[in-house]
């Protein structure tokens, strides 16, 4: 048995398909869509004054200031002539390869001498420093009035650590201490973060109520010695003397590296860093370089 359609019921029929489909489009389209974090990317470009030409100057940071020195960088007109982009990433620490070093892939890289060593024993033939940073403090930091190094206290807290736990100052320091206190991982409370940016974020919604960072002054640099005073977060977020607590040991600040492909121009990039540093007060290498 057959069946035929009219004309009239075609049309419904073609009506009714479409009317399904834009349904399922708009449904589609409002349907929410994932918000993209710091931590969806790891890299940044800018051009340096539109310039578009020049090569691109490749740039390792830190995922705390990558965005700003990205952007500082680009502004600095007297880069204008030898470069045309400024790429800054914040790659993690196993991404720092022997072949990604030897080959240049990081032109101008901040970091600590025994991560770069480690991946590359002949260090000092491909890469010059050109600044070197102090060690600093750090200090645990609470949102509680009152801060108690006892197992009481800590153990009612949320803890905030990196991801990654070579981070002296975001996992290794912090972790010695509790041990030293007698507790374990296992004993606290905690979440751990990829990135600064990220983790500051967790603890200034509260997500967190304790981590360990450097500390800034009201002029905006680095605490180095310990003071009974209002000092400041990465964030801008005020700590009273009460809130924090200085953890034994120091952190490494790192170096700037420069590969030796960029060797003529390392006294122009030394001054370039140079005016950007606000918290830590780098050594200046003499590269000799003319005034």
Not at 25 to 36: H, Q, S, V
Not at 70 to 75: A, F, I, M, S, Y
Request: charged fraction near 15%.
């Amino acid at each position: 048995m057959r069946f035929y359609l009219t004309i009239r019921q075609y049309h419904l029929g073609l009506a009714l398909v479409a009317l399904v489909l834009f349904c399922g489009l708009l449904m589609l389209a409002m349907w929410p869509t994932p918000r993209l974090q710091l931590t969806d990317y790891d890299s940044m470009e800018c051009r340096i004054n539109s310039a578009a030409e020049g090569p691109v100057l490749s740039v390792v940071g830190s995922p705390v200031n990558s965005f700003s020195l990205g952007k500082q960088l680009c502004d600095k007109t007297e880069l204008a002539a030898h470069f045309g982009r400024v790429k800054v990433s914040w790659p993690k620490r196993t991404e720092l390869t022997a072949d990604a070093l030897i080959s240049g892939q990081y032109q101008l890289l901040w970091s600590r001498r025994e991560v770069l060593a480690g991946a590359l024993h002949n260090l000092h033939a491909y890469y010059s420093e050109i600044l070197i940073f102090p060690k600093y403090p750090v200090y645990f930091v609470s949102k509680s009035p009152s801060f108690q190094l006892n197992k009481a206290f800590l153990t009612q807290q949320r803890f905030g650590f990196l991801t990654d736990v070579n981070s002296y100052s975001g996992f290794q320091l912090p972790v010695a201490l509790l041990q030293q206190e007698g507790l374990t991982l296992a004993d606290i409370n905690y979440r751990q973060y990829y990135d600064w940016t990220t983790l500051l974020a967790a603890f200034e919604k509260g997500e967190i109520t304790i981590y360990s960072s450097v500390l800034l002054d009201q002029k905006q640099e680095v605490v180095q010695q310990a003071a009974d005073q209002v000092l400041y977060t990465l964030a801008g977020t005020e700590v009273l003397p009460e809130q924090r607590l200085l953890i034994p040991g120091y952190s490494n600040g790192g170096s700037w590296f420069l590969h030796k492909s960029l060797e003529d121009k390392s006294c122009l990039l030394q001054q370039s860093l140079l005016a950007l540093d606000e918290m830590l007060k780098p050594t200046i290498v003499d590269l000799h370089c003319e005034v």
